[in-house]
């Protein structure tokens, strides 16, 4: 949604994928009524709503468009079929289009039957996601005397809960579709959230508060207050533990419901226009004003122990980029310390997939692995084995054809020329079709690679390279080092040093051992015959023990723990 006139979903696992809600042909329209595309399109997407409950069976999407006066005509809310990922079939026309009613806001039941759209004159309209048709409207004529601002309904289809430029929520019976209840506020509501899993309703106000109502007991239970701009959204997390609320000063919070505290807060380069929290809680999806994208936040308490103490009132909030996929130079200057981790010595709460919270790891007496699935690796050391077993019994015999005219010998009398295979041919000539790689083998990018990394000392990108190759094209790049395959002595000892500065960086363990396995398996008489390179895999071997008495160690560490918690009694 957006200027851009369109609406889109987005797909976060396995990868991010993005698909474009279908509007139709405009530009077959365009030409044969004589317009623009532009002027085909839908206003700007306002609001949406989205229900997917009965998605793929009709249409489960309801978009809000911009009434200004720029437009000549009042847009009616639309429909979209989020299945089929194109527009609805339904326009749902207000029963007061004469009034001059405008939609303002949509939501959709938990069943996916029904659309309640408020409208701008305060009526609020029944329709049914089925067929488009209006199914009445909620109270006696207008439910408010001016716009509602949002509208929300129970699971059970019940009770509704809309709100307009009053300080109050108004309750609803959406069955006999006449008013039940009152409840009044301090200010004015800008917005509804309503969780309904377990009846909680979250009012933004104007004055930049946040209430929360127990809908069973029509009673506000909760009031978070902390912002200085207007709120822009909120949302629970799924097990309701958790709201999340952005607002136009820059900062997105996390509030905890039970201690009725802020745990976690920090602020962004641009305000935070919506806010979306995963099913699984896994990411926090957020849009900036601004901003093109979706942002996409990690939930640090999955992974990590993070400490939820509640956040002082005084608290400085610290500024963090906003979530990116692009090289670490492109990332922002890095944030003072911020005052929660002076205080607990760690963040709390929600921090963002960029490059600075998955910095290099490593260093010291830590060893890690590659995270590579084991078939990369596992199979380096069993090539040869396998090319064996997957040599064909017979090479293919191609037909002898024989020639359209047949070659004859010069003279008087016809003879044929007595055809020769080419193996006897160059027998006779001393001939031969063996094409020596040493002579003709260029070097490939990976030995470039490891030349330039040589010249600079730093083997990190030449292990990259070799990292993105599966095991057939590592063990090719391996046979082409030596001086049988169009390598040297030079290139073999480039390698070492490599072998060599990765296992002092600890990193990618079980990998490095595959390739060194590998390389001395195929390399072992040549090292023995050249005291440089002996004197290289010497150095080689005390790093490998050294690094391997660590491992070791914590292996062992490990298993006698194990072993004494099986054999322990509680």
Not at 175 to 201: F, M
Not at 245 to 269: G, K, N, Q, Y
Not at 363 to 386: C, E, F, N, Q, Y
Not at 506 to 523: I, N, R, V, W
Request: hydrophobic share 35%; aromatic share 6%.
């Amino acid at each position: 949604m957006g200027m851009r006139r369109n609406l889109c979903s987005c797909a976060i696992l396995p990868c991010i994928v993005l698909m474009v809600l279908l509007t139709g042909s405009l530009v077959k329209k365009a030409k044969s009524y004589g317009v623009s595309v532009t002027d085909l399109k839908l206003p700007p997407i306002t609001s949406f709503t989205v229900e997917p409950a009965r998605s793929s069976d009709w249409d489960s999407v309801v978009t809000v468009h911009d009434n200004s006066s720029d437009h000549l005509t009042t847009v009616p809310a639309r429909t979209w079929h989020l299945y089929n990922h194109r527009i609805g079939v339904h326009q749902l026309f207000s029963k007061f289009n004469s009034a001059g009613a405008r939609p303002h806001c949509a939501c959709i039941t938990s069943c996916g039957n029904f659309a309640i759209v408020g409208m701008t004159t305060g009526h609020l309209e029944i329709f049914n996601m089925q067929s488009g048709l209006h199914r009445g409207v909620i109270g006696k004529g207008k439910a408010h005397s001016k716009a509602v601002r949002s509208v929300v309904v129970d699971s059970t289809n019940s009770e509704v809960f809309s709100v307009s430029c009053d300080p109050r929520v108004e309750v609803w019976s959406f069955h006999n579709k006449t008013h039940v209840d009152t409840i009044q506020l301090t200010c004015p509501v800008a917005q509804l959230c309503y969780y309904r899993h377990s009846c909680l309703l979250v009012a933004a106000c104007d004055d930049f508060t946040l209430h929360v109502i127990d809908t069973d007991t029509r009673r506000v239970i909760r009031k978070f207050t902390g912002h200085t701009n207007r709120i822009t959204d909120v949302a629970f997390s799924p097990d309701a533990h958790w709201l999340v609320s952005t607002s136009m000063d820059c900062t997105i919070r996390t509030w905890d419901l039970p201690s009725a505290r802020m745990i976690d807060c920090f602020m962004v380069e641009s305000p935070a226009t919506s806010v979306a929290m995963a099913p699984n809680s896994i990411y926090l999806a957020t849009t900036h004003a601004d901003e093109l994208g979706i942002y996409l936040w990690s939930n640090q308490t999955l992974y990590s122990h993070v400490s939820l103490k509640p956040l002082p009132r005084d608290y400085n909030p610290a500024a963090l980029p906003l979530p990116h996929t692009g090289s670490p130079d492109h990332t922002s200057s890095t944030t003072e310390p911020s005052l929660a981790d002076e205080l607990f010595a760690e963040h709390d709460g929600m921090t963002g997939d960029t490059e600075q919270s998955a910095g290099p790891i490593g260093g010291g007496d830590l060893v890690t692995l590659s995270s590579l699935p084991k078939s990369r690796w596992h199979t380096l050391a069993h090539m040869d084995t396998i090319k064996q077993r997957n040599k064909p019994k017979e090479p293919p015999k191609i037909p002898k054809a024989a020639p359209f005219f047949l070659p004859t010998q010069p003279g008087l009398q016809l003879k044929f020329v007595d055809p020769k295979t080419d193996e006897e041919l160059n027998i006779e000539t001393g001939a031969t079709k063996l094409v020596r790689m040493a002579k003709l083998q260029p070097m490939t990018d990976f030995q470039v690679c490891l030349k330039e990394c040589a010249r600079m000392n730093n083997f990190r990108e030449a292990f990259d390279c070799l990292k993105l190759m599966g095991p057939a094209a590592t063990d090719v790049e391996m046979r082409s080092l030596g001086p049988e395959g169009g390598g040297s002595e030079e290139t073999l000892g480039h390698m070492i040093q490599l072998l060599l500065h990765q296992l002092k960086t600890g990193k990618d363990f079980e990998l490095l051992q595959a390739h060194m396995s590998l390389f001395l398996k195929l390399y072992a008489d040549n090292i023995a015959n050249s005291k440089e390179l002996v004197k290289m895999v010497e150095e080689l071997l005390s790093e490998q023990q050294s690094v391997w008495g660590r491992v070791h160690q914590q292996l062992d560490k490990n298993s006698c723990l194990v072993g004494y918690l099986r054999s322990a009694t509680i």
